[in-house]
């Protein structure tokens, strides 16, 4: 069965960085795009950047542009974001998610498979 | 940009009530939306894809259905499971990938 399994996450001060990690399992991962989503304590829900299935194109929110980056390496069937000048505000719980379909351009219909979360909290 | 307006952000409900959520795009956004369920401390849980496509494994009573910008997912008869938050997600062009405002769910 699909399993994702984040990783990387932890408390951090204002300014540092980290390196999230998703390791993917039971699916071809050089096939589908894959997603970062996160999600502030008692909030909702926000997508944060997404990668084509090959790596050739990557996108991302507003909220993190210039911070965060996105990769893929399909040789070891994981997803990463780096995140660098890290804020109070990007306190989430940081999900890796896959898309629905196959070879999927810059859109998609959904996410179908979500891993657990790993937490990072930004303080001082 | 194109802007997702989903409603209500709360509802309460009994067993066996038929619920509708609604979520309204600014612009047309084709096929390119979703539904999820989420349940405190565990990640979201995909429902429906392509605003109409049951996902394999998720119940019948579970329906999402599509007119012009409006968007709905209805719960046929409720559940002691379903009481949990919903969100919509537009897809249709990142990076706007963004998620509705979602809809609590309580049992009344």
């Known amino acids: 069965q699909v399993q994702l399994v984040e990783s990387g996450g932890g408390v951090v001060q204002p300014g540092r960085s980290l390196r999230l990690s998703c390791e993917a399992s039971?699916?071809?991962?050089?096939?589908?795009?894959m997603h970062w989503v996160r999600q502030a304590p008692g909030k909702g829900l926000e997508w944060v950047a997404a990668?084509?299935?090959?790596?050739?194109?990557?996108y991302y929110a507003d909220s993190v542009k210039g911070r965060f980056t996105i990769s893929r390496d399909n040789s070891k069937n994981s997803l990463y974001l780096q995140v660098d000048s890290l804020r109070p505000e990007d306190t989430a719980e940081y999900y890796c998610?896959?898309?629905?379909?196959?070879?999927?351009?810059?859109?998609?219909?959904?996410?179908?498979?979500w891993g657990q979360g790993t937490l990072v909290t930004v303080s001082s | 940009d194109i802007q997702l307006t989903q409603s209500p952000s709360f509802l309460s409900a009994s067993v066996g009530d038929r619920v509708t959520i609604t979520c309204r795009a600014s612009?047309?956004?084709?096929?390119?939306l979703a539904w999820y369920q989420q349940k405190p401390g565990k990640a979201p849980n995909l429902l429906i894809y392509?605003?109409?496509t049951l996902q394999s494994g998720v119940p019948s009573r579970f329906s999402g259905s599509a007119s012009g910008t409006e968007f709905t997912l209805t719960i046929s008869s409720l559940q002691p499971e379903d009481f949990a938050t919903y969100y919509c997600?537009?897809?249709?062009?990142?990076?706007?990938?963004?998620f509705g405002q979602g809809t609590r769910l309580e049992i009344k």
């Open positions: 998610a896959k898309d629905v379909q196959l070879y999927s351009g810059s859109y998609s219909v959904g996410l179908d498979n």
């Open positions: 039971g699916f071809t991962f050089r096939s589908y795009g």
């Open positions: 990668i084509l299935y090959d790596g050739s194109k990557k």
């Open positions: 612009q047309g956004i084709s096929s390119y």
């Open positions: 392509a605003a109409s």
């Open positions: 997600q537009k897809l249709n062009s990142y990076p706007q990938a963004t």
